[in-house]
């Protein structure tokens, strides 16, 4: 006999990492410093980009898009979780639940969809470098990146609306956030048709911009070993920190929604969750500052002001 309660809750309990309040206040200490590294970092990259006329061009604009999107991904959960470390009760209404999966879906998607963009434009400026300037000239670079934005909110959250989830007590969420596998755990009768939803909407969000990203890399690198060894380091020195980003992103993302679970909203979820909605968007700016010279250059003449 189903234990739960068929009445749909109005408001969920987020069960987050322990009860232990010492325990919470020092993992709010160390996410509130994630956090303004976060923020200053991506903001400082935006402004970076912004007032520099030499970045300019196609790839730090999408490399702008990119830290707005982790600003705003960071920002959809951390804040929300900073207040519940410091509470004892961590109650988040219905509502508010519901419009944090669907910011959660809508960015990470667009966020992949970017990725893979960023992609393209490298195997175009390293592949084909005499066509870069008519193939990535600002008219297509902007339509590509709306395409991102509609493409991305089709998929991920517009399915999602037309197929809700009818959800039962006990209103307790095994997570620090409302995240849609942990979310699912909390659904009434069959579940099999959700199941499919998540995995078709992982599948074309997540695993397809992946495939795109590996398949753009293995012509650069076919192409970049073409090149005298004088050029091989500069031409690998611009897919460094994209790769690096990838891996990090689509690493725990696809273990996440693709790796073996035996239920929904295990433990696993939440660590996996941290890494690519808090770690990766402070990361970032780093691995962009470290292995772009035009940024450092950027940074260096922006603190010599100061």
């Known amino acids: 006999m189903d234990t739960k309660n068929l ?13 232990d309040q010492n325990i919470n206040f020092f993992l709010f200490f160390i996410f509130l410093v994630i956090y303004i590294f976060t923020v200053v970092g991506n903001l400082l990259i935006i402004c970076i980009i912004l007032s520099n006329h030499r970045l300019h061009i196609p790839m730090y604009f999408f490399l702008c898009i990119l830290a707005f999107l982790d600003l705003c991904n960071s920002s959809s959960v951390i804040p929300k979780f900073l207040s519940d470390l410091l509470s004892v009760c ?15 879906l809508f960015l990470g998607g667009t966020e992949c969809q970017l990725l893979a963009l960023m992609a393209y434009d490298r195997y175009v400026a390293i592949c084909r470098p005499l066509h870069y300037p008519v193939l ?5 670079c902007f339509h590509l990146t709306a395409f991102v934005w509609i493409f991305s909110f089709l998929i991920c959250v ?20 409302c995240e849609v596998l ?19 909407i992982s599948f074309i969000s997540l695993l397809m911009p992946f495939m795109l990203i590996i398949i753009s890399y293995i ?7 073409k090149i005298k060894s004088a050029g091989r380091s500069r031409a690998f020195s611009t897919c460094t920190s994209h790769v690096t980003v990838v891996a990090v992103f689509f690493g725990t993302g696809m273990f996440m929604y693709f790796g073996p679970s035996s239920e929904y909203s295990s433990n696993r979820e939440k660590y996996l969750a941290i ?13 962009y500052s470290l292995n ?4 450092r250059e950027s940074i260096r003449k922006l603190a010599y002001k100061f």
């Open 7 to 19: 009445t749909t809750p109005t408001e969920f309990i987020l069960l987050g990492f322990t009860d």
């Open 90 to 104: 961590r109650i988040i209404s219905a509502g508010l639940c519901g419009m944090q999966i669907f910011v959660i």
């Open 136 to 140: 990535m000239r600002w008219s297509i």
């Open 158 to 177: 517009i399915p999602s609306l037309l197929t809700p989830m009818q959800l039962c007590y006990p209103n307790l969420i095994n997570h620090f956030m």
């Open 182 to 200: 942990a979310i699912l755990k909390l659904a009434c009768g069959d579940i099999h048709l959700s199941a499919i939803l998540i995995f078709s």
């Open 219 to 225: 012509c650069i690198i076919a192409s970049v070993l």
């Open 275 to 287: 890494f690519y909605l808090i770690i990766s968007p402070m990361l970032n700016p780093i691995i």
């Open 292 to 295: 772009n010279r035009d940024v």
